[in-house]
């Protein structure tokens, strides 16, 4: 290996949790080689870097598995570990020998200035910010393939979920400057980009610390940039929804015909438990209201089965509502105890079988739901971008996030394709015009 020895220098990156988390290390991915380093994907790395997820217990032992694997694969290797699991749990990544570099949340765009001070010094490196009193840390994305591109805009939560280790792990609300968005998303499209995706641990309170400019104001001003063909934003909750969004939603066709919004669970006791802001019936309202505006949109959602306290009937009325939501797709996750939050010392926690048992049944749930409403679009034609190609076929996804598979050997990246038929999980389809 060229470690210490002069010679272009090798890294790998291991991602692992939510898009934020990708989007970060598509950034560091993009230092590194801006700084004359070659990338890899097997463990001779002369670095490797482990971003990690600590949202279940699931996330964080992958995480810990991930960092021991480095560990006693590459000796020689300069292991930086950052991300949820290392600012929350910084105790449980120092029992691991071995690790070079250890950063929280914060820093992951200084990964370079890491690196060259532990080459200098040999010294294991620990920086872990106080995530609760920074600022929004500025990242800006180059290299991306030409179809969906991330763009974080916002970071940290305030809603303290009972559930959720979020808020501890990425700290409160902070907004990106508008200046900054703008100007990445224009270098983007610039560069062939078809559709643009907001991200962020809680996307729809940009602004929020700010007075005078929130995410309607965002979004009409990426809305006016030239070349943008879709507009997406990755997850928003139900309350952010506001009068403004849904104006926009109603009067731009660029935003898509898809939200993904977070339901957790369909019954108002668990919802309390859960420390959510909202109830069914306000929940059931505005999803009337979104749909009224444009009746054709993809409702995804996420549920957690499981949480404490959460009976039999609670469980099938939760599956009961989701029915009634005619959700296009539901993201199922069993209740992951969390140490540090409200829901971890709660009465009734659920056996691991019940959830397990409810998970399943979930997941037929939704597989019934997206077959119904993917069956709404056979025979209609739909512009998919080409994400997947190969000598066959191509696959992409259409604004309201249908994944289309149809046989076709040009190079266009958007595609008009009429809808034949469903072999789940995709559409089947035919090309009938290159755009």
């Known amino acids: ?83 949820c699991a290392s600012q929350v749990y910084k105790e449980d990544i120092l029992k691991i020998n071995g690790v070079s570099i250890i950063l929280g949340n914060y820093g992951k765009s200084k990964i370079i200035d890491y690196i060259n001070e532990y080459k200098k010094n040999k010294k294991q490196i620990i920086d872990i910010q106080d995530i609760s009193n920074t600022k929004f840390e500025t990242m800006k994305l180059n290299n991306f393939d030409k179809t969906r591109a991330f763009v974080k805009i916002q970071d940290g939560c305030n809603n303290f979920c009972s559930f959720c280790i979020i808020p501890y792990s990425r700290g409160g609300i902070r907004s990106r400057n508008r200046e900054d968005i703008l100007s990445e998303i224009n270098s983007l499209i610039t560069n062939g980009h078809s559709e643009i995706v907001l991200t962020g641990i809680h996307t729809g309170h940009y602004g929020e610390d700010n007075e005078n400019y929130k995410l309607a104001n965002l979004l009409k001003e990426i809305l006016e940039i030239k070349g943008l063909k879709r507009l997406r934003i990755s997850s928003i909750e139900i309350t952010e929804l506001n009068d403004d969004v849904l104006s926009i939603l109603e009067n731009n066709k660029i935003l898509v015909s898809h939200l993904h919004i977070p339901l957790q669970s369909g019954t108002d006791k668990i919802l309390k438990l859960m420390n959510r802001k909202y109830d069914t019936k306000y929940f059931a309202k505005k999803l009337e209201k979104i749909r009224k505006i444009r009746n054709d949109i993809a409702i995804t959602t996420d549920i957690i089965v499981g949480f404490p306290g959460e009976t039999d009937s609670d469980f099938e009325e939760t599956m009961d509502f989701a029915t009634k939501m005619k959700f296009a797709k539901i993201h199922v996750f069993p209740y992951s105890k969390r140490s540090g939050t409200v829901a971890c010392n709660l009465d009734n926690q659920i056996p691991e079988e019940i959830k397990k048992e409810r998970v399943r049944k979930m997941i037929r749930l939704s597989q019934t739901l997206e077959e119904e409403y993917m069956s709404k679009f056979i025979n209609k034609v739909e512009e998919v971008i080409v994400e997947v190609r190969n000598d066959e076929y191509v696959i992409g996804h259409t604004g309201n996030y249908l994944l289309v598979k149809a046989k076709y050997i040009g190079d266009k990246r958007n595609l008009m394709i009429k809808i034949n038929k469903i072999e789940y999980p995709y559409c089947i389809g035919e090309v009938i015009d290159e755009n």
């Open 1 to 83: 290996m060229g470690l210490f020895f002069g010679g272009k220098m090798k890294y790998k990156i291991i991602t692992l949790g939510c898009k934020v988390n990708t989007y970060e290390s598509n950034v560091i991915d993009d230092i590194m080689q801006n700084n004359g380093y070659e990338k890899i994907d097997d463990d001779n790395a002369d670095i490797i870097i482990i971003n990690t997820c600590t949202v279940t217990n699931t996330a964080n032992n992958k995480s810990l598995k991930m960092i021991r694997h480095a560990t006693s694969h590459n000796k020689n290797a300069i292991i930086i570990v950052c991300g």
